[in-house]
Each structure stands twice: as structure tokens, then as C-alpha cells.
């Protein structure tokens, strides 16, 4: 049982996908009880233990996994097999897909694209309007 996030009714279809809105059931890290999160696909999408997070307009969807203390926030987006972990960021407009991983302590902003095979980690900045692949 997911003791850290549900899924609300609140949803949303985006590119033919129906999102979920999520919400917090404890506090941990910077969010507290009953705070709403971003936008998800089905609960896998988001780690249940950790410090891990959606919030804002973000969305994450297909089989794409945000773990450990990572966060992905404001409009960003994770899909397809991209793996977010460790204390990475992803945020702006940032779009993290395919097979892409990012984490460590890494940042993806801004309108950043990470994609293919690409690895993002340790503390790598990737901003502006970067493309990264693979």
C-alpha cells in the first residue's frame, strides 16, 4: 500500500494519455500532508518511499520512474523509460524521455531536452534550450 501519495480524480488528457493529479497523505521533505502534486500516469510513476516528488504542471507518463530524493517540478516532463533518481532536478520546461537517465545531483531546466540512451549525473547543469541524446 502507498502510504505517501494518492491518486485524485483530478485528471487530465494530455497527448491521448489520461494523467492523474496526485496528493500527499504525510509530510516529508518540503511537502506536507494533503499538499497536490503534479500529474501522473499510474502510481509506478513515482517512487512511494523516499523523498521523491512531482509538483506543479509536471508530468510524468509510459514507464518513466522519478526515485530516491529527486524532483521534477513546474512544467517539466518524464515519459517513455527515462529514470529520475538520486537528488536530480528537472524543472522549466525540461523534457526527459526515451531511455534517458538523469540523477546524482543533477539539474535539467529551462527548455532542456535529455533523450535516448543519454546519461545526466553527478552535477551536471543541463539549461537554456540543450539538447542532450543518445
Known sequence: ??????????????FGITLFR??????FADVKKNDLG????TAENLESSGDAWVSGN???????RVSGNALVYGD????????????ARVS???LVYGDARVYGDALVSGNARVSGNARVSGNALVYGNARVSG
Open 58 to 64: 509536471a508530468r510524468v507518463s509510459g514507464d518513466a
Open 92 to 94: 522549466g520546461n525540461a
Open 38 to 41: 503534479g500529474w501522473v500516469e
Open 1 to 14: 500500500m502507498n502510504v505517501k501519495f494518492t491518486l485524485t480524480k483530478e485528471k487530465q488528457i494530455y
Open 22 to 27: 496526485i496528493k500527499s497523505k504525510k509530510d
Open 76 to 87: 517539466a516532463r518524464v515519459s517513455g523509460n527515462a529514470l529520475v533518481y538520486g537528488n
